[in-house]
């Protein structure tokens, strides 16, 4: 499905458009390179109880790239009017690694954007890793290599920064840069509503130090391990997450 948002045309996944049983909505935020259709397996799960509107942020799927490089901000105001275009009044925000970043800072707001019941977050990004000094001595070679020799620089672009910076375009590139740079654990405590935090034992790119993290900072919130599961945890461990899943959805 498609829908016009701020001018530009949205694809997403909406899994009962009339909600006529009045089911409770799941407004689904996916992670960096993997749009909505990645996690079929858990929407059409989740759509035997719920309605799930999954959409294809701003750069990703079928929903085109911003006009310019977008930080954080610019995805929680794009989020805000996807909600008000679809009409949705009170959802539970669920996400998956980088929709983490948007949804800490939606619930971070006064007053909520939106009806927020309550909220899942999966392998979560939000929290700055600790660099260590192998990481900085690589990237400051690399920007003095770019001042010094700019075509030995550009042989070397394709082999620097993880496999989402190299997949992604340039313009793309600027708008991770932007928004995995700035640290959200300071708004972590500003989360009003009961969460579940889902995370992988063995995930390495957001590591289960940050669900423990977030689960000490975020007011109501619990945390389920799923064991020997990377950061797709949700995929890996799908046998044990549903059954949580479904526990903490159909709760109340």
Not at 74 to 93: H, K, N, Q, R
């Amino acid at each position: 499905m498609t829908i016009d948002v701020q001018g530009r045309v949205v694809s997403y996944i909406d899994t009962d458009p009339t909600n006529e049983s009045a089911r409770p909505v799941v407004l689904f935020l996916h992670g960096w390179g993997a749009p909505a259709e990645t996690y079929r397996l858990m929407i059409d799960h989740l759509a035997t109880y719920c309605r799930v509107v999954a959409p294809d942020l701003p750069g990703f799927g079928g929903s085109a790239e911003p006009e310019s490089a977008w930080c954080v901000d610019d995805y929680v105001t794009w989020t805000e009017a996807l909600v008000a275009a679809l009409g949705l009044t009170e959802v539970v925000l669920m996400n998956h690694s980088f929709g983490g970043r948007i949804s800490i800072k939606l619930l971070a707001k006064r007053p909520l954007p939106f009806g927020i019941k309550k909220a899942v977050f999966m392998d979560a990004a939000g929290i700055r890793p600790k660099r260590t000094m192998k990481y900085y001595c690589k990237v400051y070679s690399y920007k003095l290599m770019k001042k010094l020799a700019p075509g030995l620089a550009k042989k070397r672009q394709g082999k620097v920064g993880s496999a989402d910076y190299r997949n992604a375009s340039p313009l793309m590139r600027q708008t991770m840069v932007k928004c995995i740079n700035e640290d959200l654990t300071h708004l972590l405590k500003d989360n009003p509503v009961s969460t579940l935090l889902i995370w992988g034992e063995a995930d390495t790119a957001t590591p289960l130090s940050d669900g423990q993290r977030m689960e000490q900072l975020i007011p109501d919130a619990g945390l389920v391990v799923l064991p020997g599961a990377g950061h797709f945890a949700f995929a890996q461990q799908w046998g044990l997450c549903s059954r949580v899943l479904d526990s903490f959805l159909k709760e109340g």
